[in-house]
């Protein structure tokens, strides 16, 4: 059974049409690579599947039920989170602090419900540990690498054993070796059975990490390929519209 | 598989931080040199003035830093939430006109009290909904309620100074002016709520995300923090601290005019500036806050008891201020 199933969905915007008819299958501890051209439809299939919009036509389905998500509050619950582009972090905030925003850990303190620090450090460092990353939890954001910044914001996703992680262009704009220090961290995501999405334009990348690759042109899903059975200039020609389109066996 | 020499330990990691020692941490810390720079005019005042180390000077110094130090610790939150309040001046005037029109009618102090700070924390709600919730900047809104509150106060006053507060005047006038173990009451107040708010913004949730929202609100919001009610009670939290502000202000003078608190914003901001609040967002303490209104007022009685002319006051606040925060830009750029 599929860990993530879409199945026909379609978005519209008035009369633009940014999705039609995507139905994709996601197994336990695979890591999907979504490919194509800005305008796509990439960043508006992540945002259906987190729960940011809500799809025109279609169905999602989690290991096999139905889910509609009304909010990202809804799909976290589900069991599916996000690695925004942006990473999502406060600068001015440490480690701990930016794995546990808006989920602080609190403990009572007489009649007070004060934020426990302590458990939060515990909990994030036990995680970066996982992650075999150096992160400490004490260390503001500012003084991160982009490395470590993709490690606090992949330890986010961590803390409710998530399902589904889907990743937005996580080695842009970071340097050659924080970006092995990345695939590694998305390996081991993998290796704990979690499933990813990876949005991402650097082909080196998609292809060192990734077991299939889907590519979007226009909103409509026109490849889903195994990726030992693709090759860096056939992906082009198919963000590109080169080639018209390419369907693996593998369903 | 223990031989890797970079292998930490769970517990060390957690220890670790890259500020190493505390002297180096304290170091860094504006708020620090700022307390230092404090002291040595304290220092340097006492040896070349007869005047300065009295009584009387350091009662009134203490006092009159209170006012600014309370206003502060409420501009340093909605600083460190990204945002900025310049109508606390008028929040000052409009809760004090507010206690003294209700005290002249012969209402009791509490409830006059309570009276002004409602007024001032109804300015914060409507500074905190229209700029969180439709959007404008918070220059703008406070910007426009520093107007509009200042002349609702004219309006309620009709421009009239007050000075009979009716069954209750000797409580007003013990609130503002008296003392506590030798201590000004402002000052008591002003420890209060610099208690109080430390403690929020170290050890609660709401403190948190404050400080999250000041660093990166999209983050703030993506992660599901409740960005809208949180900067509403900033700019309340804000409003809430000029009324009192207001009310310890007409006690202490014994009279109501309505100039109170005009430009009383720049004061305000300037100490939370120099104690260290980043106007971009997300950083600020109370500590900075209460020890730049200090270094303002300070400064002020120098220039006063060295016999340089009132006219330089502003020369020298406006010096500090540039200096404060160059010094910190120097730093990062190291």
Redesign the interface.
Known sequence: MARLRLTGISKHFGAIRALSDVSLDLMAGEVLGLMGDNGAGKSTLVKIIAGNFAPSHGTIELDGERCAFHR??DA?RAGIEVV?Q????????TAA?NVF????L?RS?GP????DYAAM??RA??I??TLKS?T?????VR?MSGGQRQAVAIA?TLLAEPKVVLMDEPTAAISVRQVAEVLDLIRRLRDRGISIVLISHRMPDVFAVCDRIAVLRRGALVADMRTPDTSPEQVTGLITGAIESSFGRAA | MTGTP?S?S?ET??????HTSPLSRVMALQVFWVFLAAVLAFIALTLLTDTFATERNLFNVTRNFAFVAIMAIGMTTVIASGGIDLSVGASVVLSAVVIGVCMESGLPFWLSALAALGAALLVGLVNGLLIAFVGIPSFVVTLGMMSFARSLALVLSNNKMIYEFGPDHAVLLGLGGGRLFGIPNPVIVLLVIAAVTAVLY????W???V??I???E???V????PVRPIKVSVYMFSAFTAGVAGILMVGWLGSVTTNLGTSMELAVIAAAVIGGANLSG??GTVAGAVIGALLIEVIRNSLILLGISTFWQGAFIGFFIVLVVAFDRLKALR
Do not use: K
């Open positions: 990202p509050r976290q925004y942006d990473l999502a972090l406060c600068d001015n905030l602090s925003l808006g989920r602080e609190t303190l007070l419900r004060i934020v450090r515990t460092a036990a970066f540990a150096e400490r939890p004490r260390d503001l003084r986010r | 970079d930490t769970l990691a957690i220890a670790q931080s890259q170290r050890w609660t949730r403190g948190q995300h400080f999250a000041g660093g990166n999209s983050a703030a993506m992660t599901g923090i997300g950083e």
